[in-house]
């Protein structure tokens, strides 16, 4: 890979010209990586419901051509100038969010929102100097997440980077950039159940699976999954979730049917659907004096929560998470170890698997409520 170090890489990425418009593989040109930038060779990526939802332009002002995905595996290429962290080779899992380790909050123990590496979904371009690396024939192709791995190489910022053991399967631990560990550090690093206790989880997608496989592995009795698609029970069985809950199915609130079913609630919940409706419940289904709420869902815009003073006057905890406040280049690896260790199962999670060629096939998945996760092999 050191042939290609200080040069223009010529590879395929799949481009979205247009929101909500199938992507096209095309021929990109990836600049080299500047001061603070590795340059990835990237083996493995996946498709998770955030590339959806901006694809579709939902969720920020449009930004078209744009390269693209953020749970991925790769290897460094080559680096940028001053960078020392990395070398050519290491095996990486780029994230969504970044670690500049000199920031308050990179110094806080309770923190993990980082200050200049931040998740930005606006901006397209790196920050070193304002310009993207991608192009074609000289157009600017923008990025995505500090990502953009729906491309044969890309270019991250060094903060954004986790280097794990190169032992680990990228085809496995490549979803853990993103989706899983946020919903395992919501219960494991948050939430924080002891061992006997109740669980309810909001929401039994991919995020909201792992949560209630985060309340499996703390030793919950009972972990009650909450979801308007019956279909999704059976597979939610396989995550240590021993009850379901549709709210279509009852004529009262669902924090009121939680509440009777549990003795006056369950102990801990975790909210992973985004539905502002779903928050209110999560937290109000939890007991009082003891009860913990997390709420790990994106709110649209103009969400509101409304609840009764009173409910946190009776000693209910609300609270919030990213990343399953895991900081991302500290601990990652670590989480990656926990599978390479058994302690942690990644491959329940996976359930489909495309060429690159083939990319389009995994947006039809998700948009059709196939499956969890689709591996896409960015060499097929």
């Known amino acids: 890979m050191s042939s290609t170090a200080g040069q223009v890489i010529r590879c395929k990425a799949a481009v979205a010209w247009e929101a909500g418009k199938p992507l096209v593989i095309e021929e990109v040109e990836v600049a080299p990586p500047q001061a603070n930038e590795v340059r990835l060779k990237i083996l493995f990526t996946a498709l998770c419901h955030t590339d959806i939802y901006f694809w579709e332009a939902k969720g920020q002002t449009p930004l078209f051509p744009r390269i693209y995905g953020h749970e991925a595996g790769g290897i460094v290429e080559s680096v940028g100038p001053g960078v ?17 380790r000199e920031c308050r909050h990179c110094k806080s123990e309770e923190s993990n929102l980082c200050d200049l590496l931040r998740i930005n979904t ?22 995505f997440l500090g990502g953009s791995t729906f491309s044969e190489y890309t270019v991250c910022h060094v903060g954004t980077v986790a280097k794990i053991n190169p032992a680990a399967p990228l085809d496995k ?11 395992l550090g919501a219960t494991l690093n948050v939430a924080k159940p002891k061992k006997g206790q109740t669980v309810a989880v909001f929401g039994l ?10 309340a499996r592995l703390s030793g919950a009795s009972r972990i009650i999954g909450v979801d308007l698609n019956p279909k999704r029970f059976n597979g939610a069985k396989n995550f240590g979730v021993t009850d379901f809950v549709n709210p279509k199915d009852y004529d009262k609130p669902v924090q009121q049917v939680i509440v009777e079913m549990t003795d006056g609630g369950v102990d801990r919940s975790v909210e992973c659907s985004g539905n502002p409706q779903a928050m209110i419940s999560a937290f109000e289904c939890v007991h009082d004096g003891w009860g913990v709420a997390v709420i790990v869902g994106i709110p649209g815009k103009d969400a509101e ?7 946190f006057l009776h000693e ?3 609270k919030g998470t990213f990343f399953g406040n895991y900081k991302p280049l500290t601990d990652l690896p670590g989480v990656v170890e926990k599978y390479m260790n058994k302690e942690l199962e990644v491959e329940k999670f996976i359930t489909h698997s ?6 389009n ?9 196939e499956g969890l996760r689709c591996i896409i092999r960015m060499e097929g």
């Open 173 to 183: 631990v490549c979803i853990l950039s993103c989706g899983m560990s946020t919903g």
């Open 205 to 214: 997608g991919a995020v909201g699976l792992a949560a209630a496989e985060g």
């Open 84 to 100: 020392t962290a990395f070398q050519p080779g290491d095996h990486v899992l780029p994230v969504f969010t970044g670690e500049c």
């Open 316 to 318: 209910r905890t609300l």
């Open 305 to 311: 929560f409304k609840t009764h003073p009173m409910k």
């Open 361 to 369: 096939k995994s947006f039809d998945y998700m948009l059709n409520g």
């Open 122 to 143: 606006d901006r397209g371009v790196m920050l070193t100097d304002g310009k993207p690396r991608f192009s074609i024939k000289g157009k600017p192709i923008y990025h």
């Open 354 to 359: 495309v060429p690159f060629s083939e990319i």
